[in-house]
């Protein structure tokens, strides 16, 4: 683990940022959401020796929401290859909310910009392989539970019947999408398979893991198997870098420096090699929907450690 960081130094940050969350606001336009705990926070580093050190609530589980769009876009990646999946989803940051529609009609043949807007991966969770949502859905929790080393990681039924009911806006990029022929088959059948991917359910230390296993070039910890080939966790990361962080990437990466995703459920990853993953969770959010306590955690072990890329 990096020298002097341990348990007590997470803990004393911890609790250094939380009135911060009182400056943000809990996710409400996927009612199950909401009920988020504003004042559940966590964080935790894993290191590539496969050391994890965490503070703060280390039980509960979040779901992934848009942090689940790295780990499709691995899997659409591995499944299809590149060039399959950049003719139909671009490369370019877009300095546009996450829901953000406009764009798709400016870019012809409407391919959504990048994968980590919400067009984006709704068209990548159409790629992934499998004849029905729950098949697709199943691939992906399998390659989680590989991340992970653990098997009991689920998607949180609640959250995903909550977007699915009130996805208004996403539902109008797929089929959007689909008349311009980005997506095919049913729009409904692939909002199913992208809710529930968006609902999985993993706690802090999973993520960080998670992030760790794609600062090791897409290595598992302990044994060395590759995962994820090297070169696509490159891209998942250099995505990471340029629209991880929804149109606050730039000032992000100003300010911190590292590959990191971000969802609305207030978690974020983040990944930088020779160093491992790092993982914060705060229900409360900035305008852009970025978690307030978890950017300024960030910050800090960034500034810290010294673990800008740039
Ligand atoms: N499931 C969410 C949505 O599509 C994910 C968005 C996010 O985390 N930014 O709206």
Same mark, same amino acid.
Request: proline fraction near 4%; aromatic fraction near 8%.
């Given at each position: 683990m990096a020298k002097n960081l341990t348990k007590e130094v997470l803990e004393d940050w911890l609790e250094n940022v939380?009135?911060?969350? !009182?400056?943000g606001k809990v996710a409400d336009y996927i009612p199950a959401l909401a009920k988020q705990d504003p004042d559940e926070l966590a964080v935790a580093v894993y290191d590539l020796d496969g050391e994890c050190i965490s503070a703060g609530n280390l039980v509960c589980c979040f779901t992934l929401q848009s942090i689940s769009k790295v780990l499709s876009l691995a899997l659409a990646l591995m499944d299809n290859g590149e060039e399959y999946v950049f003719e139909r989803v671009g490369m370019e940051p877009t300095g546009d909310p996450f829901h953000s529609i406009y764009r798709l009609e400016q870019h012809a043949p409407s391919k959504?910009?990048?994968?980590?807007?919400n067009a984006g991966a709704l068209a990548v969770t159409n790629m992934i392989?499998?004849?029905t949502p729950d098949e697709k859905v199943g691939r992906l929790l399998s390659f989680i539970h590989e991340m992970t080393?653990?098997? *009991?990681i689920r998607y949180n039924e609640d959250v995903a019947v909550s977007e699915f009911q009130t996805a208004y806006l996403n539902r109008s990029l797929c089929y959007y999408m689909k008349q311009h022929g980005v997506i095919e088959g049913s729009v409904e059948e692939n909002l199913d398979a992208y809710t529930k991917q968006c609902a999985i359910e993993v706690n802090i230390n999973h993520l960080a893991r998670i992030g760790a296993i794609f600062a090791n070039d897409?290595?598992?910890?302990? *044994?060395? !198997?590759?995962?994820?080939p090297r070169h696509l966790a490159r891209i998942c990361k250099t995505f990471m870098v340029t629209c991880g962080m929804y149109d606050a990437s730039g000032s992000f990466a100003i300010r911190v420096g590292i590959p990191a995703k971000s969802g609305v459920s207030g978690a974020v990853v983040g990944s930088v090699n020779g160093f491992g993953g790092i993982a914060v969770y705060g229900a409360a959010l900035d305008e852009k929907g970025n978690s307030v306590v978890g950017l300024k955690l960030l910050e800090l072990l960034a500034n810290r450690y010294d673990l800008s890329i740039f």
């Amino acid at each position: 683990m990096a020298k002097n960081l341990t348990k007590e130094v997470l803990e004393d940050w911890l609790e250094n940022v939380r009135p911060l969350a !009182r400056d943000g606001k809990v996710a409400d336009y996927i009612p199950a959401l909401a009920k988020q705990d504003p004042d559940e926070l966590a964080v935790a580093v894993y290191d590539l020796d496969g050391e994890c050190i965490s503070a703060g609530n280390l039980v509960c589980c979040f779901t992934l929401q848009s942090i689940s769009k790295v780990l499709s876009l691995a899997l659409a990646l591995m499944d299809n290859g590149e060039e399959y999946v950049f003719e139909r989803v671009g490369m370019e940051p877009t300095g546009d909310p996450f829901h953000s529609i406009y764009r798709l009609e400016q870019h012809a043949p409407s391919k959504p910009l990048n994968p980590m807007i919400n067009a984006g991966a709704l068209a990548v969770t159409n790629m992934i392989h499998g004849a029905t949502p729950d098949e697709k859905v199943g691939r992906l929790l399998s390659f989680i539970h590989e991340m992970t080393d653990d098997q *009991s990681i689920r998607y949180n039924e609640d959250v995903a019947v909550s977007e699915f009911q009130t996805a208004y806006l996403n539902r109008s990029l797929c089929y959007y999408m689909k008349q311009h022929g980005v997506i095919e088959g049913s729009v409904e059948e692939n909002l199913d398979a992208y809710t529930k991917q968006c609902a999985i359910e993993v706690n802090i230390n999973h993520l960080a893991r998670i992030g760790a296993i794609f600062a090791n070039d897409g290595k598992d910890l302990e *044994s060395g !198997r590759q995962i994820i080939p090297r070169h696509l966790a490159r891209i998942c990361k250099t995505f990471m870098v340029t629209c991880g962080m929804y149109d606050a990437s730039g000032s992000f990466a100003i300010r911190v420096g590292i590959p990191a995703k971000s969802g609305v459920s207030g978690a974020v990853v983040g990944s930088v090699n020779g160093f491992g993953g790092i993982a914060v969770y705060g229900a409360a959010l900035d305008e852009k929907g970025n978690s307030v306590v978890g950017l300024k955690l960030l910050e800090l072990l960034a500034n810290r450690y010294d673990l800008s890329i740039f």
